[in-house]
């Protein structure tokens, strides 16, 4: 019902800046919520933080609070993942994820995931 293509990941230096994309096409009125995850090499995918419906956004810690921010664009269907000072450990396989329920969020619908290299 609804699919999702993150783009934005790539190499770039620690300290530095990208922004993540997340599209999403088809039946995307029954998504309260959209989040980011990430996964790096042997290790198991991790949330990063969500924006709902509303907008209202949380972040898994506050270290990610300080350095991420997730917005979204309506008029796109586009949800983004703005990422500051970006250090190595933030090297990953960034996902976006679509929910169609809260409390707890059951994540329904998964991009592909984008490869984002943090370099030192």
């Known amino acids: 019902q609804v699919q999702l293509v993150e783009s934005g990941g790539g190499l770039v230096q620690a300290g530095g800046s990208l922004r993540l994309s997340c599209a999403a096409s088809g039946r995307t009125v029954s998504s309260y919520a959209t989040g980011w995850f990430r996964q790096a090499p042997g290790q198991e995918r991790e949330f990063v933080g969500a924006?709902?419906?509303?907008?209202?956004?949380?972040y898994s810690t506050d270290s990610l609070k300080g350095r991420f921010t997730i917005s979204r664009d309506d008029a796109k269907n586009t949800v983004y993942l703005q990422m500051n000072s970006l250090k190595p450990e933030d090297t990953a396989v960034y996902y976006c994820?679509?929910?169609?329920?809260?409390?707890?969020?059951?994540?329904?619908?998964w991009g592909q995931g984008t490869q984002v290299t943090v370099s030192s």
């Open positions: 994820a679509a929910s169609e329920s809260l409390l707890p969020p059951s994540w329904d619908y």
């Open positions: 924006i709902s419906w509303s907008g209202s956004t949380t």
